[in-house]
């Protein structure tokens, strides 16, 4: 079955570091995609990065990167230059490629990031 | 150009009540979903609409939860009777079509049942 695991219920960071979220994953499938979003306290649901099980090299958006290395099922995200916006709970998924018409994310539990001044 | 929006954000309800979420999608959006988070545990898939049309419905809990979506645009998800365990944040999501590589979510309607 599809698992996502993401092993750090909380995470600090120092305002301008980088931080890495970690975010494993269980798929038996060979196509798939791995997505990022992120939820501040109001709420809503962000959307960060998409990393295709496919593309060869790691996505980046801004600030954000993904860490993609498929052999240890492993799809880090990697924030650089950290603001104080940046706090919020971070949610890693899966979605199978093939449901073609249907967005059946499997996600993680989520970690709780607290940017610093 | 408005996002997802739900109602209510937060509602508190007593065991055995019935309570009504309603979820404005994207305008234009045939795809409509919702999701679920249980406090401390994963966000979890319940359905999706595909107009009006229940494209999967496989991760509905039981028949105490009751989804529609009349006419193709806002849906609504019913808990009839609400038991505690019902207690979480429920979210909707909506794309355009199945193309893209992401669905827009809502702010969530937290819910509390006492």
């Known amino acids: 079955a599809q698992k996502i695991t993401q092993t750090q219920p909380g995470m600090f960071v120092q305002e301008k570091e980088a931080v890495t979220l970690d975010c494993t994953y269980d798929?038996?499938?060979?196509?798939?995609?791995l997505f990022w979003y992120k939820q501040p306290s109001s709420g809503e649901m962000i959307f960060l990065i998409y990393?295709?099980?496919?593309?060869?090299q790691n996505a980046t958006e801004g600030r954000y990167s993904l860490n993609f290395q498929k052999a240890r099922k492993s799809a880090n995200l990697v924030i650089s230059a950290s603001q104080l916006g940046d706090s919020a709970m971070y949610f890693c998924?899966?979605?199978?490629?093939?449901?073609?018409?249907?967005?059946?994310?499997?996600f993680g539990t989520g970690t709780r990031l607290k940017v610093l001044a | 150009e408005a996002g997802v929006t739900q109602f209510p954000s937060h509602s508190v309800i007593e065991k055995g009540q019935t309570v009504t979420l309603r979820c404005d999608p994207i305008?234009?959006?045939?795809?409509l979903y919702w999701y679920r988070r249980v406090m401390g545990k994963e966000i979890k898939f319940l359905l999706h609409?595909?107009?009006?049309?229940?494209?999967?419905e496989s991760g509905m809990p039981n028949n105490r939860f009751l989804a529609e979506r009349t006419g193709g645009t806002y849906s609504t998800l019913k808990v009839q009777p609400a038991e505690l365990e019902d207690s979480g944040v429920y979210f909707c999501?909506?794309?355009?079509?199945?193309?893209?590589?992401?669905?827009?979510f809502g702010e969530g309607s937290w819910l509390t049942v006492v």
């Open positions: 999501a909506s794309s355009p079509g199945i193309s893209g590589n992401t669905i827009y």
């Open positions: 798929t038996s499938d060979p196509s798939y995609g």
């Open positions: 990393q295709g099980s496919y593309d060869q």
């Open positions: 998924a899966m979605r199978d490629i093939r449901d073609s018409g249907t967005y059946k994310y499997i």
């Open positions: 305008s234009g959006h045939d795809n």
């Open positions: 609409f595909v107009k009006e049309s229940k494209q999967d």
